[in-house]
């Protein structure tokens, strides 16, 4: 029966409310932007000429890209620690760990960031205390520049690095670790030389979720960066909101959807879809 | 149960990276009870008074019941179209369904930031014609996170769907059920929970939402996210750090229930 007209019609009005608004609200006005790209403030390609030569533009993209970086690695590392206990811990371990996974990852943005600004503020948890004990007697400038902005974002992307680590964690094979062990390999050897390179996709997968997650990140490098430490979406919002420059706006937005659809491009080629989740 | 257990150097990280994701979660508690009319820890004595801003201050009450109406909202048009989507991928298997399910995830996975920019686009073409729907209008805000909320209900429902048994419903049309029939009766009722958990989560996704909304309300539309924005740029509020505990309290009720309910239901 699959392929008679009733069946492509019961298809067709099924899915087409959701397309077709997606459609509307979301592809069209996003060919919009890109329309105000080329023709604001006069047009031509002159925005993204400017992307190409303003000192300013080229410096947040420069900041945003090693904060990525940094955000990356430290978020993988981390996840990675907590995902062993997560996956293959005692099952106490594992109801702690999966709580400090999703207690977090549940909580919105602000709340996250409030809390790091509560930490490490002049007047936060960790400056009183230090100054208490006797131990620095000036607050640190802990926060509203780029540490704070690193320490927040990783806080928040790690839950996210977690997922792609768990599932290759939780598929591989046992064996050939017990293996590894019953040959005499020592535990720190097994884990570099078997665990690690075995869980590699998940490495990969990971570290791609977190890095493009990091490229588009708004809140939490506003609040805890304070205007001292602008990255590419905060720069969106100044030439939107502030300047108002919608042109250069929606000309760094098309560039950095073209980067991230290259970097997931990119990550299709090495990791199937199924392995992320 | 698995035999490569983690060892003691996997222990003692894992351990430091449990205090590092609890620590700011924690470090709002004693800011909330602090008597200090502006951020700082509490010396000595304690204060409920920023709990009673909470509630004297009209602003952050009306915030919370526009949040809930636009969260119901929001998650109501991004569950049912969700939810007829993924009927019909599933029942029919169109042609290029992989793609049509690529093209409905993309706000998912394009920075935020874009979308925002986008979604104010949009708004502000609209508000030409209409004042009650277009940028700064509840209307305007609960339509832009329906769009960044359905991807994530269509998922939801097209994993629930991927459990189910297909000969269940092939038996249904095979004793002469219709479309309609098939998906209200037989396919619906086994995937309710999915539905209910797509619902739930669009509706906390809509609530939790700052990054569009920020592009597309300016103040009239004033989400509660939105309000604590104001409240974290221009002077840190002290009220900022009651409502956290509350808002942190309120996730880990939510996350206990739901443990218990999984573990009752026997699966996950």
């Known amino acids: ?277 | 149960m698995p035999t490569y257990r983690p060892g003691p150097v996997s222990l003692i990280l894992a351990v430091l990276v449990a205090l590092f994701l609890l620590l700011p979660l924690l470090a709002v508690i004693p800011v909330s009870l602090t008597p200090s009319r502006m951020l700082a820890m509490p010396t000595g004595e304690l204060s409920l008074r920023h709990y009673r801003a909470l509630i004297e201050d009209p602003r952050w009450l009306d915030a919370v019941l526009l949040s809930i109406r636009i969260g119901i909202v929001s998650s109501v048009i991004s569950t049912v179209l969700a939810l007829c989507f993924s009927l019909g991928a599933w029942m029919f298997q169109p042609r290029f369904t992989a793609a049509l399910v690529g093209f409905v995830l993309l706000p998912m996975v394009v920075p935020p930031v874009v979308s925002a920019i986008t979604l104010y686009f949009l708004l502000t073409s609209i508000s030409g014609m209409s004042s009650f729907f277009g940028y700064d209008t509840w209307l305007g805000v609960a339509m832009a996170h329906s769009v960044m909320t359905v991807p994530f209900a269509t998922v939801l429902i097209l994993v629930s769907l991927s459990q189910l048994d297909r000969r269940i419903d092939l038996a249904a049309r095979g004793l002469g059920a219709g479309v309609w029939e098939r998906a209200t009766r037989i396919i619906m009722p086994n995937i309710k929970f999915g539905i209910v958990t797509a619902a739930l989560l669009s509706f906390v996704l809509s609530w939790e939402e700052i990054g569009v909304t920020l592009f597309i309300t300016s103040v009239n539309a004033i989400t509660l996210p939105r309000l604590m924005w104001m409240g974290l740029r221009d002077n840190i509020d002290p009220a900022i750090a009651a409502l956290s505990v509350i808002l942190i309290i309120i996730t880990v009720l939510v996350l206990a229930v739901r443990t218990v309910v999984v573990k009752m239901r026997g699966g996950h």
């Open chain 1, 1 to 277: 029966m699959r392929g008679t007209l009733s069946d492509r019609m019961g298809a067709a009005v099924l899915m087409a409310p959701l397309l077709l608004f997606l459609v509307l609200a979301y592809a069209w006005p996003f060919l919009g932007v890109v329309k105000w790209s080329v023709t604001l403030p006069t047009p031509g390609l002159g925005q993204y000429g400017a992307l190409a030569t303003d000192a300013l533009v080229q410096s947040v993209f420069i900041r945003t890209l090693r904060i990525a970086l940094i955000v990356t690695v430290v978020s993988v590392a981390a996840a990675y620690a907590i995902t062993m206990v997560w996956v293959r811990g005692s099952p106490a371990q594992r109801i702690i760990a999966e709580f400090c996974i999703l207690v977090p990852f549940w909580i919105s943005v602000l709340t996250r960031a409030f809390g790091w600004v509560a930490l490490l503020s002049n007047r936060g948890l960790i400056n009183t205390w230090l100054q208490s004990i006797g131990f620095i007697s000036e607050p640190l400038a802990l926060v509203r520049n780029e540490f704070g902005v690193i320490v927040g974002m990783t806080h928040f992307l790690i839950p996210f690095a977690v997922f792609p680590l768990a599932s290759t964690m939780r598929s591989l094979d046992e064996r050939v670790l017990l293996a590894a062990r019953g040959l005499g390999s020592s535990r720190m050897r097994t884990f570099w030389t078997v665990f690690v390179p075995m869980t590699r996709s998940g490495i990969i997968g990971s570290a791609m979720i977190v890095f493009v997650f990091s490229l588009g990140f708004f809140v939490t490098p506003a609040i805890l960066g304070g205007g001292r430490s602008v990255m590419i979406a905060e720069l969106i919002y100044l030439r939107i909101f502030q300047s108002p420059d919608w042109g250069l706006g929606a000309a760094i937005s098309v560039v950095l959807v073209l980067f991230v659809g290259a970097l997931m491009a990119l990550l299709f080629r090495y990791v199937r879809p199924k392995q992320l989740i």
